[in-house]
C-alpha cells in the first residue's frame, strides 16, 4: 500500500490511516506519497488530486478530470480539489511537507 499524507492550507493534514473519503474535498496544497523508485515525492500545484486505483495523481484541468472520471470511473476513490492561497500560506504548507518525516 502507498503511504500518503495530504496538507491543506487551513493547517490541517491527512494521512493514509483515514480512508480517502473522510478527508476534506477542497482546500488541498500538497500531498506526499511514498514512491518506490525515489523514496517520495511531493505532489502540488493542481487544481485537482484523484485517488486512483490506490495511488494520487494531479490533475490540471477539468477537462482532464472529466476525461479520467470517463476512462476509469470505477477504479476512482475520490476527486479532492486545490485552492489558490498567498503565497506565504504554500509556502509554510510546503515547509511542513518537506520537513514531516511520516514519509
Known sequence: MVKWKIYYAD???YTDSYNPLQIPRTGVQV???NDLEVGRRLIFSHSY???KSGEWLGVDDTTSLVLHLLKDIEHITVV???LI???KTFRECMKRAKEDTYI
Do not use: E, M, R
Open 85 to 87: 492561497v498567498d503565497q
Open 31 to 33: 500531498i506526499a506519497v
Open 80 to 82: 479532492l480539489a486545490g
Open 11 to 13: 493547517g490541517w493534514s
Open 49 to 51: 488530486y484523484v485517488f
